[in-house]
């Protein structure tokens, strides 16, 4: 029970601020929305007359085709590969004492605070200096060193709950250590496993930074389509776009939250 | 516990993902101090010019710019965040807790670039906001938001409102409610017992929230290319046009090792500042 009750004036406008930010953050995505039902092919707000002809433009635009294609092949080839090497990692520093561990988790872990338009710029100067400038296995590479951050922590906060009971019971069986890894313990992490993957898919195709360093025209991602379709174009096509993309993000996050609970993933949850 | 089954082939995937990051930033510190020759990719000898064209006034004039972007940026973030936060800890329906959640989680997963064309129809001179303005009869003409600093913040705190809430809320749910109770049996008022022991518990999230919030703007790219359209530069924008507009990618890499230079002083900054705050609020 939060002491700022409602009937104190404090507590009241708290609340309002509360309301003026929500209102802050659903704005764009809203106005965004209306925009792209406007049938004219200028940008301004409010539309004249409805249609539904950008979202056909969109969807036929070529640029936007093959950066989604382009962009969901790096996305699933980028997530899966940083949920294996991160859910490895992960219980490796649950469960084992070793050498550079600290080392290893501070390095992969400033990919967080390191400015993304840097960590492009490397990626670009060594695949130039070893011959794979803007091929997809840099655009990979890059993608797995940005989303390992987020898959580490969803998959660390699982085997912190974990009840390490359960393994002991299968050892005490007879079960070697790899039986014990693939029947009781990934079974059990599948949770924290899902929610890991599905961060990490939702910001790599989402990636736009470090993916206009990386990429060329033949491996561009939808997010570098679409920004070189805002320099040169004024349609609403771009806002057809952005709302398919708007609506598929909020439902994968609200599928996260009932499924998985978002809540404990980002750890803003009251310990019971 | 000495028997550690699999401890080689859990780490070293990881360990070379490090190497990998530690690759390209040392690729980056070998470029900023090599020469630049025009027309070519390659870079030529060793050199320490990159970082002191760096002072000119133009460049030094970007830096200045840049952080204080980003601090403006990190304090409203922090001022608009923190009543959310404490609104999603103690949200008592869980209906509404999700909702809060999700609505605040989203930017951070829209991209910067569908987030930045969202906040071009919001800001425009044909904008929401002019429209909305002008509907009211407060306007007679569009006012200028695009291609302002103002415009910039705005859309940046967007992306950095969400990890701010989150880092926040984090801290908010691990303070034990037993202190705030205590507190008000010794008579303290709600906002005494929020200002005197909520707040100063939740130093550690504030910090984190600050901290990630600065390094975020930092690193944004297309929302001070887009809505500052050149008249608003970031130090990203500058590192982008001059590799790709110029292909002077030694001096773009000096750019860079000093953005991270910057972010990592201002960071200590930062938290040197707080602790002095915390001893100070201590005596």
């Not at chain 1, 988790?105 to 338009?117: C, D, G, M, R």
């Not at chain 1, 987020?150 to 005490?172: G, H, I, P």
């Not at chain 2, 922090?78 to 989203?106: D, N």
Request: aromatic share 12%; proline share 6%.
């Amino acid at each position: 029970m939060s002491p700022l009750a409602l009937h104190t004036l404090p507590g009241r406008l708290a609340r309002i601020c509360v309301v003026a930010v929500i209102g802050f953050l659903i704005l764009p995505p809203l106005v965004v929305t209306i925009a792209a039902f406007n049938e004219k092919a200028l940008l301004a707000f409010p539309p004249e007359r409805l249609s539904l002809r950008w979202f056909t433009k969109a969807l036929t635009y070529e640029d936007f085709r093959a950066g989604f294609w382009n962009g969901l092949a790096v996305t699933v080839w980028a997530s899966s590969i940083a949920l294996i090497v991160g859910a490895a990692f992960a219980f490796a520093l649950d469960r084992y004492e070793f050498r550079l561990k600290r080392t290893i988790e501070t390095i992969l872990l400033s990919s967080l605070i390191v400015p993304h338009f840097t960590i492009g710029l490397g990626f670009l100067i060594i695949a130039a200096q070893i011959g794979m400038a803007r091929g997809f296995t840099v655009v990979v590479t890059a993608h797995v060193i940005l989303v390992l951050p987020f898959v580490l922590r969803s998959v660390y906060v699982s085997l912190r709950n974990f009840d390490r009971r359960l393994e002991q019971a299968a050892e005490s069986l007879g079960a070697p250590p790899a039986r014990v890894l693939l029947t009781v313990t990934v079974p059990l992490l599948v949770p924290g496993l899902v929610s890991g993957w599905l961060l990490a898919a939702i910001l790599s195709f989402n990636e736009f930074t470090a993916s206009l360093f990386v990429t060329g025209q033949r491996t561009q991602t939808l997010p570098v389509a679409m920004y070189n379709y805002v320099r040169e174009y004024a349609d609403p096509s771009m806002a057809a776009i952005s709302v398919l993309y708007i609506a598929a993000t909020a439902a994968l996050l609200t599928f996260a939250n009932l499924y998985l609970g978002l809540g404990k993933v980002l750890n803003v949850e009251q310990p019971r | 516990m000495t028997s550690r089954p699999f401890l080689g082939a859990f780490v070293a995937p990881a360990a070379l993902c490090a190497v990998a990051l530690v690759a390209a930033l040392l690729a980056i510190l070998q470029y900023s101090v090599r020469m630049h020759v025009p027309g070519s990719l390659e870079p030529g000898g060793f050199t320490l010019e990159n970082f002191v064209a760096l002072l000119k006034p133009l460049y030094a004039r970007v830096f200045l710019d840049t952080a204080w972007i980003c601090l403006l940026t990190a304090f409203a973030t922090l001022l608009a965040g923190y009543p959310v936060a404490h609104a999603l800890v103690h949200a008592k329906r869980p209906f509404v807790k999700g909702l809060i959640l999700i609505i605040v989680v989203t930017p951070l997963f829209l991209g910067e670039v569908v987030r930045t064309y969202s906040w071009i129809i919001v800001l425009g001179n044909n904008g929401f906001i002019n429209f909305v303005l002008w509907k009211l009869g407060l306007i007679a003409s569009p006012i200028q938001l695009m291609f302002t600093t103002f415009g910039v913040v705005l859309a940046l705190v967007h992306v950095t409102l969400p990890v701010m809430v989150v880092m926040l809320a984090a801290a908010l749910a691990h303070i034990d409610p037993a202190y705030e109770r205590a507190a008000a049996s010794l008579g303290a008022s709600p906002l005494r017992a929020f200002l005197t022991v909520t707040l100063p518990l939740s130093t550690p999230g504030i910090l984190a929230g600050v901290t990630t919030a600065f390094a975020w703007t930092f690193s944004a790219f297309a929302t001070p290319q887009l809505i500052g359209g050149g008249r608003v530069n970031m130090v990203s924008n500058l590192v982008y046009q001059l590799g790709f507009a110029s292909f002077n990618f030694p001096f773009a890499a000096a750019l860079s090792v000093a953005g991270l230079a910057m972010t990592f002083a201002l960071l200590g900054l930062i938290r040197f500042g707080t602790r002095r705050f915390e001893n100070v609020a201590q005596h």
